[in-house]
């Protein structure tokens, strides 16, 4: 699959593998072991991808943007809080000045980790 990406799609196309976890009509399943999540993110790294992540699971190394020149840390997160986020307002590596692809604002938002409680009928 990272292959196919790469070919297609190229190397800056954001690719996320996320935890699943047993829930409501899904209970007797095992959630996602976060070893797989760290593999299937090295093969795609491995592959030539730059920007691939892990999420659904505490993986604060996973959830990191890297500048893909220098190799250093862009934004840090950690589950829904952004923990460092040091890019310019060009949104490039401050280090390097690298451009990093996507659309960014000057100043990180402030998201947080958010449960909603919500009654499924």
């Known amino acids: 699959m990272s292959e196919w990406l790469l070919k297609h799609l190229g ?3 954001p690719l996320f593998f996320t935890a699943f976890h047993p829930d ?3 209970r007797d399943l095992p959630p996602t072991p976060p070893e797989t999540l760290r ?3 090295d093969i ?3 592959a030539g991808l730059r920007y691939v ?3 659904n699971t505490h993986d604060p190394a996973g959830e990191t943007t890297l500048c893909p020149d220098c190799g250093k840390d862009l934004i840090v997160r950690d589950w829904h809080s952004i923990l460092t986020y040091r890019l310019t307002e060009e949104g ?3 280090d390097c000045g690298t451009k990093i692809p996507g659309h ?3 100043k990180p938002g ?4 958010r449960r909603v409680p919500i009654a499924v009928m």
């Open 11 to 13: 190397p800056d196309v």
């Open 24 to 26: 409501y009509k899904l």
């Open 39 to 41: 593999r299937a993110r």
């Open 44 to 46: 795609a790294r491995k």
């Open 53 to 55: 992540y892990t999420g």
């Open 92 to 94: 490039k590596c401050p």
């Open 104 to 106: 960014f604002d000057a």
């Open 110 to 113: 402030d998201f947080g980790r």
